[in-house]
């Protein structure tokens, strides 16, 4: 665009138009070339309304189109539809916010005559003849607020791709994806004004929606993505975009406040300051005569200072509720330990989706800033809903908090609500590692912070089993818990399931927990977790670490078949070559005695027998360097494996809590329920 233009249409402040296949409307002020249909005109505010501004009522369609045909397929030769993205800010407005109807239709058509088409469920794109046929050659996305089971409809709140005809090819409930991946509605008819973004990538034959409250950025993982193979069969040469709305019998106004759209790479962003603003809800009635107004205006006026009170009392009674907290009389001695729920709502801003740093199987952890003292922390969010155990359960949490080390993550205390426990830790700067090791974001970890990183976590662990007043088992080792400091030391963090119990103390059976792939198989049988039960999974942490590969890998990701790590790497290790299982990320950038004599322990610590494991202050002597670890680990074959545990790693001196199992019979086994986390 040549600047001379450019500053003609800021001076201007209309619509952009600066080619033939891409053009931007921040407000529809001036955009008198948009073709307008049926009950669709622009307001004096800017505003395309495309139905309500007609008086009448029911069975109104709107129609507002772009005027020029564009050409949509890639070539002459009838090649495929080229991509194609677009975004528009809408409003739904109706004088009730549980009905409106019937919604809106980003379309993309080979005609903008919809004169033969209905309104209502038709959405004035189609009648009873032309729906689902292939010769109406339309593409649209429509935003729905009325069920029609006719047509299939999901609910009165969706959102969905049809294409030649009203049964969309997918649908969704109206709302968006928050970075953790959470789903959160948004009613269509709540009269705010929303952002949708379409896109169509012709490379991969996909359309992806996405729809947000306005000024928020569009969310990353879309609402609906489609394939659509075919849609060249339904696209002409030239076709046309715009909207199309309708109604039925409820009265609304359909808005459009802004709107982009480009076949050239991304459709430019929408100015948010220049857009109009949707019109403030008015009583429908406020339009009759001025006696009534002369009547009702003092009666009115009165109701709203009582209405006001009223709401202002409730208000702060719902402002208090909010605060609400679960207080025993037995939590009278843990109270230093004890967070004020009114604080952590503050330091997350009312647990704001823009706080959440993670979620897991156990529930959402938040980034904090703790009022007052302007402290950073992590919370998360757990539910619970036993009142049973839960006296142990927060004095075992309060005796965490008692836990002191530079590789342990401080837990700061908790706080408790009805059917909602809240963990408060310390915040870690660099987050879990399972991020490094697997966002595509990050760049790769290299070898030294790897080695550091499991020194760390192995001198956390071995404080927990043997060096604290309480063995201490954590039950849930693994790389999303192992949090990276400031300094990129490993902290073992998220002390939520862990139990402790007396030193020499035989440790009870348990529900178990843990995540899949980090499970001793040992612990199934025998639902008693105890410090071996830590060592298999942190074994399973350290190859995790080495080969940049989770315990478990899916079908998909590890090409057809479901990739087991340990039995990988001891494949590698038989074929002669254990060091072609690490990291190949890390280019060859290891020193390979490390990684052997790394990848040698960590299999030995998931041996399938829990004698067969060595303690963590052995292990911890071995990534020292120390105690000749590495002859005996040079002493070890793949055949070790198999069988029980060779005799020069058993019984150990080292090891002198290492706890002896007594396995007991079939019978006495609980029978636990298994709690997988991922
Ligand atoms: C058109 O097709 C060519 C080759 O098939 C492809 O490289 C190009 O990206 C397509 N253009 C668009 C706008 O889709
Ligand atoms: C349906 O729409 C088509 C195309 O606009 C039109 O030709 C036809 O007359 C319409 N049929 C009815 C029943 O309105
Ligand atoms: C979201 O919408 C679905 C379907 O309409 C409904 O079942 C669910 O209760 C809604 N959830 C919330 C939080 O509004
Ligand atoms: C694609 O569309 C064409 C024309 O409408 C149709 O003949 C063909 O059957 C469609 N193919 C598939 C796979 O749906």
Redesign the pocket.
Known sequence: MHVATFLLLLLLDLSVANGADEFTYNGFAGAGELVLHGAASVTPDGLLRLTGGSGETADVKGHAFYPAPLGFH??SDG??????TSTFVFGIMSSFTDLAGHGIAFTVSSTRDFSGAAAAEYLGLFNRTTNGDRASRILAVELDTIYTPEFRDIDDNHVGVDVNGLESVAASTAGYYTPGGSFKNLSLTSRRAMQMWVEYD??DARLDVTLHQLTKPKPTRPLLSVKLTNLSAAFSDQMYVGFSSSTGSHETSHYLLGWSFS??GMAQQLDYTKLPSLPPVTATAASSKHMAVKIWLPVSLSLTVVATIVMFLLFRRQRRAIYVELVEDWEVEFGPHRFAYKDLHKATKGFHDDMVLGVGGFGKVYKGVMPGSGMDVAIKKVCHDSKQGMREFIAEIVSLGRLRHRNIVQLLGYCRRKGELLLVYDYMTNGSLDKYLYSKGKPVLNWAHRIHIIKGAASGLLYLHEEWEQVVIHRDIKASNVLLDSNMNGRLGDFGVARLYDHGAEPSTTTIVGTMGYLDPELTRTGQANTSSDVFAFGAFVLEVVCGRRPVQPRAAAGGERLVLVDWVLRAWRSGEITGAVDARLGGGYAADEAETLLKLALLCTHRLPAARPGMRRVVQWLDGGGGGGDVLDLLSPGHMDVAAPAFLCHDDADDDFVALSFPSASTATSPTTRFTN
Request: proline fraction near 0%.
């Open positions: 890639n070539g090649g495929g539809v080229r991509s194609f012709a490379g076949l050239s």
